[in-house]
């Protein structure tokens, strides 16, 4: 059944709402929605003592090391960590205390998908596809959408469909997929991509991008028959949102367990 699943976005080294469309190398062009005043470990903490499993952290560019690390010190084992993890770093990121590595832009070289590449994250997680979450952030192209790469700039030569889906999900445990236009915009999620993310799913699968309010969790969990998880982040009042709060959140996922 469609659970909140939370975040900790993490830029330089702090812990933000950004609008996704927006994260360039350039930081003239970035719209940040909130900036916190409080370390990403309050929030690995408090995401802890409410039993919120599925968490990810995710590092938008460099500077974000010690932040995460901070973040997983204080969940071992309770959060998912991504941004930057290759086959070099994953093991050590999962000695470092992460539940599950999230991998994307390491998959696309030269924003062409290697099945190499996935291949070696995976051996280098001991072939265990339990640790492993692919995340196909993606950006609309008509009635399509494409993996987004590089702060979900560079669209790649991956269509997000059913043909995607099948020849992904023997190598991972669960997707990610972030709708990068409409992240942080608080406008609503993308009503078409939750239900073709049902339709060819058949592992856990967590959307993000637009959720506002309550009524998004309940229409994600219609759209999607319960199948797709939704993460909801600066509409949330912990991230100065106005839509929805924490506390809601947390209900409605006790609400399921009963």
Request: glycine share 10%; with cysteine; charged share 25%.
């Amino acid at each position: 059944m469609t659970r909140f699943r939370p975040c900790i976005d993490l830029h330089s080294g702090q812990v933000k709402q950004i609008v996704g469309g927006t994260l360039t190398t350039t930081t003239s062009d970035l719209k940040t929605n909130y900036v916190s005043k409080l370390p990403a470990s309050h929030f690995a903490t408090l995401y802890k003592d409410n039993e919120l499993k599925g968490a990810h952290v995710i590092m938008l560019g460099s500077g974000n090391e010690e932040a995460a690390r901070s973040a997983l010190a204080e969940w071992k084992g309770g959060l998912q960590v991504g941004g930057g993890i290759t086959a070099e770093n994953a093991a050590q990121w999962m000695e470092w205390g992460a539940e599950k590595v999230i991998i994307t832009s390491y998959l696309f070289p030269d924003a062409r998908f290697s099945i190499n590449r996935l291949e070696a994250v995976l051996s280098a997680l001991g072939n265990d596809k339990e640790k492993l979450v692919i995340d196909l952030s993606c950006r609309r192209n008509g009635d399509t959408w494409f993996v987004a790469m590089n702060r979900w700039q560079t669209l790649t030569d991956m269509e997000v469909d059913s043909d995607s889906i099948k020849l992904l999900e023997p190598y991972c445990s669960e997707f990610l997929i972030h709708a990068a236009d409409n992240e942080g915009l608080q406008r609503g999620v993308d009503e078409q991509l939750v239900q073709k993310l049902a339709q060819w799913c058949s592992i856990p699968v967590t959307y993000a991008g637009g959720g506002r309010s309550l009524e998004d969790l309940e229409k994600v969990k219609e759209l999607s028959g319960g199948k797709v998880d939704l993460t909801i982040g600066s509409a949330l009042d912990i991230f100065g949102g106005t839509g929805v709060t924490f506390e809601e959140c947390i209900e409605w996922n006790n609400n399921i367990k009963q």
